[in-house]
């Protein structure tokens, strides 16, 4: 073979890995769908069982360690009494939290109550010991009692009270007591908002259920194969644990799935699967349950929706009322140290960056508004070797279980998710919630932080970002949900300077580029539809410093149904058809035979500074 034929089937190989890079590019980022979905009833069966890949860096590029440099100093102390310092460990929260906290939160935690005083089956008794349970807490005494004499009930509790317990062990009693059979169908029906709520739910039946008992139990939920479920269904589940959406699907759709001796039906965090858009499903289930049957509601909130839900499917004459009230008086735990940061819109990646890598030894869980953005920064973490696990509403099943129990086993990680986390899930021993992006309003506040300091002794720390144009947010925390939070101060010359290799990274990387400005447009819309327009009024958002945290040099079009009312600055930022950025090609030289952009001697996978 000649020099020129070598040379022309070279030229045709680099084409096609080109060409395949850049369909694999337009495969992964072809989803233009905004809001994020909880649950998916009606998904694809076949398309359940494929994992979603996120976070795959182009091919052929090695990754490099970084290093920060002076990451162990310590920082001065404040000379201001009500700033605290960040730049710190995490380990030292249990010193700084007095004992007395911690003893009286104990205190208000457990009631005097043990499980072995109840009339459970040995069985039950057995499985309690095994799972180490002494003491009851207080929404367990106040709730199991009634429920095992049937009595209807609605209970509401802190997040992290031990609500699941207070439920499961009465269902399980029910059915073993009632002599329950794989032929006798369901006899008991759980619902949770989310995924990954139900798959806890169910590890904890699981739990439950010693080598002895003969009962089945299984979860139905959106992402999950369809045909497998209804052919298990069909042989009989007598507890399952579902999502609103696909449980509904199953009890109009599948004919071999046996309700009319259901014994039990509870519903978990049920003000959080009415505000998830499932009131009009779950009115729909109702009506399709036996109307004699035990209900039992739970949820953190008491709402009018969770009022009128609560006339549908109770029964008045038998129902009771359990709350159990924070001693401190407070919506969040005392055994959680809260906090903010005041920093400008384009620092904020940066900070968040430096945060992790001081934090790396530490377990995080860092909550962002869109699906789009959790996938940019998992992607552009992950790429520049900071190791970083995501979840969010538009995952795969498979990605999302796999993720979700990684992350729960895991000893030191970083988490990075949506709100689809934020409810009811009980991940151990989580040292810090960092809210990148803030809360559409307090109760998502609550539930975010409630992923931290959970249990009797738990200890944690919560950490929020918020603009210096945002701080008003902190009197509608505190007027809305008695929550103060102290001030921490990051100094500036701790914050590692790495823009221009960030921005330098975005421009020439044809994924990222192209993960971000996806990631820029949601971030947009999340902060136009925020709740409190007031204080998050995206007219008055610097665009510019928007698009630095990024990336940008210059930030991308965004096409907005914005009101006349925003100034002409931003107007003018957002509809500029000459922006380089939006075409792709004449900022960033992409093509097909060139999907990574531009590149020039000495580019690498790092930051230093």
């Not at 100093?73 to 009500?82: H, L, R």
């Not at 032929?183 to 008991?188: F, K």
């Not at 369809?226 to 644990?241: D, F, S, Y």
């Not at 129990?405 to 998710?417: E, I, S």
Request: aromatic share 8%; proline share 4%; with cysteine.
């Amino acid at each position: 073979m000649g020099k020129k034929e070598k040379k022309d089937r070279l030229k045709k190989q680099q084409k096609r890995k080109a060409e395949m890079a850049l369909e694999e590019s337009a495969k992964r980022f072809d989803d233009d769908h905004e809001e994020e979905q909880a649950d998916t009833p009606l998904s694809d069966p076949e398309e359940a069982d494929q994992e979603e890949e996120v976070g795959t860096p182009p091919p052929k590029e090695k990754k490099r360690k970084m290093s920060i440099d002076g990451s162990e100093k310590k920082e001065k102390k404040s000379k201001k009494k009500k700033k605290k310092s960040i730049d710190g460990d995490a380990d030292q929260v249990e010193k700084e939290i007095p004992a007395e906290a911690v003893s009286s939160v104990k205190k208000g935690f457990f009631s005097d109550d043990s499980f072995s005083a109840l009339p459970l089956t040995e069985d039950t008794q057995t499985a309690l010991t095994n799972m180490g349970y002494e003491k009851m807490t207080k929404i367990q005494a106040k709730s199991i009692p009634p429920l095992l004499k049937g009595q209807d009930l609605i209970g509401a509790a802190q997040t992290g009270s031990g609500k699941t317990l207070a439920f499961l062990v009465p269902i399980v009693e029910v059915l073993r007591k009632a002599k329950f059979h794989t032929r006798n169908g369901t006899g008991a029906l759980i619902l949770a908002p989310t995924r990954e709520l139900a798959m806890q739910i169910y590890g904890v039946c699981k739990e439950l259920m010693t080598e002895k008992s003969t009962m089945t139990y299984g979860l139905i939920m959106g992402g999950s194969n369809r045909k497998t479920e209804a052919e298990r269904l069909r042989k009989g589940v007598n507890i399952i644990i579902a999502t609103p959406g696909r449980l509904l699907d199953h009890l109009q759709n599948s004919p071999g799935f046996v309700t009319r001796n259901l014994l039990v039906f509870c519903m978990d965090e049920a003000d959080r699967i009415l505000e998830i858009g499932f009131e009009d499903d779950l009115r729909a289930i109702v009506k399709m349950l036996p109307k004699e049957r035990q209900t039992m509601l739970f949820s953190a909130t008491q709402t009018k929706q969770i009022e009128d839900l609560a006339r549908l499917s109770i029964n008045p004459k038998t129902a009771i009322y359990v709350e159990v009230e924070s001693e401190n008086k407070e919506a969040t735990v005392q055994n959680l140290e809260q906090g903010y940061v005041t920093c400008p819109s384009d620092k904020r990646f940066l900070l968040l960056f430096t945060f992790l890598k001081k934090n790396k030894n530490k377990k995080i869980m860092v909550f962002l508004s869109s699906c789009n953005s959790v996938k940019f920064h998992a992607e552009l973490l992950n790429y520049i070797d900071i190791p970083v696990l995501d979840i969010h509403g538009r995952q795969k099943q498979v990605k999302r279980t796999t993720t979700f129990f990684q992350f729960q086993k895991a000893k030191t990680a970083t988490l990075l998710c949506t709100d689809v986390a934020a409810r009811g899930l009980d991940i151990p021993e989580v040292d810090w919630i960092i809210q990148f992006d803030p809360p559409d309003d307090p109760r998502e506040y609550i539930h975010r932080v409630g992923r931290t300091a959970r249990g009797a002794t738990g200890s944690g720390r919560a950490l929020m970002f918020l603009t210096p144009q945002e701080t008003g947010f902190l009197r509608y925390l505190q007027a809305k949900a008695k929550v103060t939070l102290n001030e921490y101060e990051f100094p500036t010359s701790k914050i590692a300077n790495v823009q221009s290799q960030l921005q330098s990274l975005i421009e020439k990387n044809y994924y990222l580029n192209k993960a971000a400005r996806e990631a820029y447009r949601s971030y947009l819309l999340a902060y136009a539809s925020h709740s409190q327009r007031d204080i998050f009024d995206v007219h008055e958002l610097d665009l510019q410093a928007v698009g630095r945290a990024f990336g940008f040099t210059s930030p991308p079009r965004v096409d907005l149904a914005f009101s006349a009312r925003g100034n002409k600055r931003n107007s003018k930022q957002m509809s500029n058809k000459k922006n380089k950025h939006q075409g792709g090609t004449s900022g960033h030289n992409f093509s097909a035979s060139n999907p990574f952009g531009k590149r020039e001697t000495g580019d690498k996978r790092q930051f230093t500074y």
